[in-house]
């Protein structure tokens, strides 16, 4: 089992994160953090890297009902979506698939709830696979 969906995209970094995060909302997830791994890694250690966005995706009615099921779970939220540059005006955009990171915990309920995340996911996922409208 893999830990990630993903797909490519034709366009630019900004416009493929603007997507992500409409693509995510129409699932009933915000974007929570933003994290800017080239600007951090430049500031920190000074290495220039590609344009790598981490976003903090949530979708709180999902997050309560896993809370609710598992008070640790918190440790694996938000769920993380990667937009980066993988070649000039190509873009790959990866989720986590929760299935797979909550394998070690055992609780059915749980996984029943990744499993409605991982779905939500996915179709985020299949749709930005789409040409852009």
């Not at 995060?21 to 920190?44: P, W, Y």
């Not at 749980?110 to 779905?119: N, Q, Y």
Request: charged residues 25%; aromatic residues 4%.
């Amino acid at each position: 089992m893999t830990y990630y969906m993903a797909t490519r995209l034709q366009a630019s970094f900004e416009e493929a994160i603007a997507r992500t995060e409409a693509a995510l909302k129409t699932e009933g997830f915000g974007v929570i953090s933003r994290i800017d791994i080239r600007d951090t890694l430049k500031s920190k250690i000074n290495v220039d890297f590609r344009p790598y966005m981490i976003l903090g995706a949530c979708n709180p009615v999902l997050a309560h009902e896993a809370l609710q099921l598992e008070d640790k779970v918190g440790t694996m939220l938000p769920c993380n979506v990667v937009v980066q540059q993988v070649e000039a005006g190509e873009i790959e955009v990866a989720a986590i698939d929760p299935v797979a990171s909550m394998q070690s915990i055992e609780n059915p309920d749980l996984k029943k709830a990744a499993a409605a995340v991982r779905e939500k996911l996915a179709r985020v996922i299949a749709a930005l696979a789409d040409p852009a409208p």
